[in-house]
């Protein structure tokens, strides 16, 4: 059985164990998503706060969102930042991807995989004038206050990685 939408597939399909048993399992097959990690003036830049429907409540979140079948992380990230922080590709002093392969995002569910994403911004940038997003001091303080607060897990595994690969 499959249900399809422009967003994702449901399919429910039979499956054998490997000790010949039948078991009747669901999976996803989603688009993969991206997650930038802004960094202007030694400051976490977050987007505005959203309402998501799948928890029904505002989160705090970095800028985030799909990676369509026709294009490449790099570029979607680019198109993030435009999209969630009005940041055009020449505020951009340097985007790195952090996982070239991407993380699955829950394995035994679904295909979705995770690309993060550091950009360092340009110090030209007037997020002063942006008063909805919020801005987090790259410190340990910082970074500590920051996840007291921080509920999107995916959020959460790009900024750690980036705080790993950063040596922070």
């Known amino acids: 059985m499959r249900l399809s939408n422009p967003w994702l597939a449901l399919i429910g399909e039979r499956l054998k164990t490997p000790d ?8 996803i097959e989603k688009t993969d998503s991206a997650v930038v990690v802004p960094i202007w003036q030694q400051q976490l830049i977050l987007a505005p ?8 409540e505002v989160t705090l979140d970095f800028p985030g969102g799909r990676v ?9 990230a680019h198109q993030i930042l435009q999209r969630e922080l009005g940041i055009e ?46 801005r987090f001091a790259l410190t340990q303080a910082g970074i500590t206050q920051l996840l007291k607060i921080l509920p999107c897990l ?10 790993q690969q950063l040596e922070l």
Not at 50 to 55: L, M
Not at 68 to 76: H, I, K
Not at 108 to 121: D, T, V
Request: charged residues 20%; hydrophobic residues 35%.
């Open 20 to 27: 010949g048993q039948a078991l009747d399992y669901w999976r």
């Open 49 to 56: 706060v959203t309402y998501r429907p799948g928890i029904q």
């Open 68 to 76: 369509t079948a026709n294009q490449q992380p790099q570029e979607a």
């Open 89 to 134: 590709k020449d505020e951009i002093q340097k985007l790195v991807q952090l996982n070239p392969i991407g993380w699955p995002v829950n394995s035994s569910l679904s295909n979705q995989r995770l690309y993060g994403f550091w950009a360092q911004l340009h110090d030209e940038i007037d997020f002063m004038a942006k008063p909805d997003c919020r």
């Open 154 to 163: 995916q959020c959460r595994a790009v900024l750690l990685e980036l705080l």
